[in-house]
């Protein structure tokens, strides 16, 4: 079973919220998920998905966090349009954006080893980065993931047993384009 | 929190598998779906879900148990017309027919106080009816809740705190027909 | 280009309407529309879309007709199945029941030579056959082939050059079931 | 029945094409679609809708035109965003920017008196504007129409008898933000 605490976000900006850690959600199951304001798939499937999760859940318990983790058109995935954007589709959730890094990937991206846009990792409770892929996950599936790591307390059972759907559709990857 | 264990069902006959009794399930969380073949709610939205269920969990886990419910159209929704829906729409979780009751409705539609199809009833693994409510559930609360049920050990959690969506769309009542 | 007169059809029954002939309707734009009661890409798609069609145009202009084409489950999809299935779906533009033929294909399925359900055909004003084809038509294609055929008077211009969209996914072919 | 030349467009760049004018495109049918490139129901149903229009008829019958009539979060929605949604969206139809008028309404959209985004305008081989409305149109009806247009030569019939469907949902208006 993977057992690897997960990294810290390094972000420039925030909306939705004042500047959070992921330290300071430790108690928490953390759902992040990484996308792009133009990947079609994250647009039509996983940002609704997230704001989804933010309306299933107790915020005591789960902490739904977007990344806008942008590796290509900077120019056009700016702070000001990605405002624009959370407000034209009302996602309501806390959204961090990705520092940059040296290259077009940016910081956090890269640390966590992201494929592509959306993807998606859950953290648990103690900090232990227990999912990260690339791709949609059924809301069945990611349902009873995120109540097994709400349950947890000494022992952990696997999680993301699924497989990602959708892969390959709509998606943006790293090596790729979208699509 | 709703603490009442569930009736036994009484069902004519049984497809894609051996007749099925709730009491030879215990130690199980049972998902049991009642539905009408010729209900537009229940064949585009609550069968896919069932279906969905029944390949998402562990069957040693979860038992998902669709119940034929016929209240209406007796004459058209016979056990050939189920055998030949079943196969065309590639459903392959067990199935019971509901025994006829006295008059339009069947023994254990009328026994769950079911209001129309489709419905649903989560059983937890000691019998308890923990849910039983008419319209359809999305699938991120469903598979939390399911999942909560599956980690009970001694005490219980409340389940089902979501409301049903789409209630009043395509689901056909007892009072009122197909809406 | 085709040019062909249609068949007259061949039915032992009709719901919404009096019995229709094929030659009583000309003059107008027949939209003809192959389908079984336990298909799922015809209640999924094809009925819809013939009822759309039907409320769309004038019927004065077009007439949609349904023909229930039932080439398996002879047991299961009955007139008394059939008249249940209609009214829970809502479908309310003329269907007449194919005419048993001598084995499991109806007489009229296999005077047009249809494939499989959902199959289309459209007649012109003079009678004659223009498209008949297995699988879905979209939208938009379908419209503006239906307005072309209406506002023929002397020549004729081709229809249907598009593609049928869909065939292979949930129709029911006479050689090998549904897909 | 309308009988008004339509309005020629003022632009400041386009994008899949040369500048066109309307001018030029006498004697073809045009379906000119206002958006913008933040409007959640221009991205889920009017541009897929306006991308199959381009991909079904005859370009030398029908032009298809994007017009982005950039009507709030200005700051956002730059030539530079917009050509990376383009690219991602893979919409391939000649598309151009409204000019900036005084305020934020830009100037075409004020001409042509757009009560937001999306909005259709339908205009005749002759020039003649025929039908102009804010929010979604049916295929089924949009294709008839077209068609219509297409075949007319001395008389001119109406079109876009139909409703405009989904008018209220998604959409962005000049007095009311995005519903």
Redesign the interface.
């Known amino acids: 079973m993977r057992r690897e605490l997960a990294a810290e976000w390094t972000t420039a900006e925030w909306f939705n919220s004042k500047p959070l850690t992921l330290a300071e959600l430790r108690g928490r199951v953390v759902v992040l998920g990484a996308f792009q304001m133009?990947?079609?798939g994250c647009?039509?499937t996983s940002l609704p998905?997230l704001q989804?999760?933010h309306e299933?859940?107790d915020p005591a318990e789960v902490a739904v966090i977007g990344l806008h983790t942008v590796f290509?058109?900077h120019?056009?995935?700016?702070a000001?349009?990605l405002?624009?954007?959370l407000?034209?589709?009302r996602l309501t959730f806390p959204i961090g954006v990705d520092a940059p890094g040296g290259g077009d990937v940016p910081l956090t991206m890269a640390r966590f080893g992201f494929r592509g846009t959306p993807s998606l990792a859950l953290i648990d409770r103690a900090g232990y980065l227990r999912l990260h892929q690339f791709g949609h996950f059924?809301?069945?599936?990611?349902?009873?993931?995120?109540?097994?790591m709400i349950?947890e307390t000494g022992t952990l059972a696997p999680v993301g047993s699924?497989q990602p759907v959708g892969a390959g559709k709509s998606e943006?990857s790293l090596d790729g384009g979208?699509s």
Not at 75 to 78: C, E, H
Not at 140 to 148: E, H
């Open positions: 133009l990947c079609p647009v039509s998905q989804r999760i299933t859940f290509e058109h120019g056009a995935m700016t000001v349009a405002a624009a954007f407000h034209e589709y059924p809301d069945l599936q990611l349902g009873a993931d995120i109540q097994k349950q699924g943006c979208c």
